[in-house]
């Protein structure tokens, strides 16, 4: 076993000599509010929050597998004997809400409605692409309580607001936005140290929801994946999406397949970010969004996911 596969075993230690990253780190970023970080971010490596209300604990995502799940869960009763209330789910991935039931006897759970049909849509499925992770017992649990646009939440000590800003990482992303603090939880429509992700939700839609993110005046981001930082990674984000944007349309001139336009491509000025292959997906999106598919739009997945093992030369590690 991995360092990376035994979170119960590791946390917030001094790297080993084999620089294996510990399982979790947590990082107060204001009174209460905690950023639970899984290095390095990559796939399905990510990040949560916990917010120590002063009736009940609210955490912001769970984890992928039942042992990071666990792992986090007993994090959170090491800060606080009360009891979690709410989960909420920034959007519908596996690695963000497999967790959840661990969770769902004490807690209600709450998505973007487009995430709880999403969740529900595909199930379990994630775990059939990394067949070689130990997901230990996963049942799926699904969102009690779902919103559209907007919702505060109901945390005695804390204003806390949940957004949907349209479609970015997915259709239903949420963020938690805490505007006494100014810190937000952004979810995947913000990766940090790694390759931004819209296949499954919009590369258009993705840069106005970070205009609207910036407008808010976040001085505490917590991505959805990878290190903690401040309203800088929503302009990293918007770089890569931009040059993403300009490979496609230079593509489409070419009549370049995708898959032949990242080749071509590259990782061009963002080759220090992992899972680089995600370049490829993310053209496919862009391209068809510059032929006309509307954000979120309907998209052979799969076959974007295996032009991604085939540029990357392989399945892409996953850590989980
Ligand atoms: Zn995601």
Do not use: K
Not at 39 to 55: F, T
């Amino acid at each position: 076993m991995t360092g990376g596969r035994s979170p119960a075993a590791a946390s917030q230690s001094a790297p080993t000599t084999q620089q294996v990253p510990a399982s979790h780190e947590v990082r107060e970023v204001a009174e209460g509010v905690h950023a639970y970080l899984q290095p390095d971010g990559g796939w399905c490596l990510n990040n949560a929050g916990i917010l120590l209300g002063r009736d009940g604990v609210v955490v912001v995502d769970t984890a992928a597998t039942e042992a990071r799940a666990r792992t986090l869960r007993q994090t959170v009763g090491a800060l606080s004997s009360r009891p979690v209330t709410l989960v909420v789910n920034t959007h519908s991935h596996g690695d963000h809400t497999f967790g959840n039931h661990l969770f769902a006897e004490e807690a209600t759970v709450v998505a973007q409605e487009r995430a709880a049909a999403e969740m529900a849509e595909h199930g379990l499925a994630l775990q059939g692409l990394w067949p070689g992770v130990e997901w230990g017992r996963i049942e799926l649990s699904l969102p009690r309580v779902t919103f559209r646009d907007r919702m505060t939440l109901p945390v005695s000590g804390f204003r806390v607001e949940l957004l949907h800003l349209g479609p970015g990482h997915t259709a239903g992303d949420a963020v938690v936005w805490l505007p006494d603090q100014r810190v937000l939880f952004t979810g995947d429509l913000v990766f940090s140290g790694a390759t931004p992700f819209v296949l499954m939700g919009s590369l258009t839609g993705s840069l106005r929801v970070l205009d609207r993110l910036r407008a808010l005046e976040p001085l505490h981001v917590v991505p959805g994946h990878g290190p903690a930082g401040g309203p800088e990674l929503l302009d990293t984000n918007a770089d890569y999406l931009r040059w993403v944007r300009s490979v496609a349309r230079s593509g489409l001139a070419d009549g370049l397949t995708p898959l032949e336009l990242a080749r071509t491509a590259g990782p061009g000025p963002f080759a220090h970010l992992l899972d680089s292959e995600r370049l490829v997906a993310n053209l496919v999106r862009a391209c068809a969004e510059e032929a006309g598919l509307a954000p979120a739009g309907p998209l052979d997945v799969v076959a974007a996911f295996q032009d991604m093992v085939t540029l990357h030369g392989g399945l892409p590690a996953c850590n989980a």
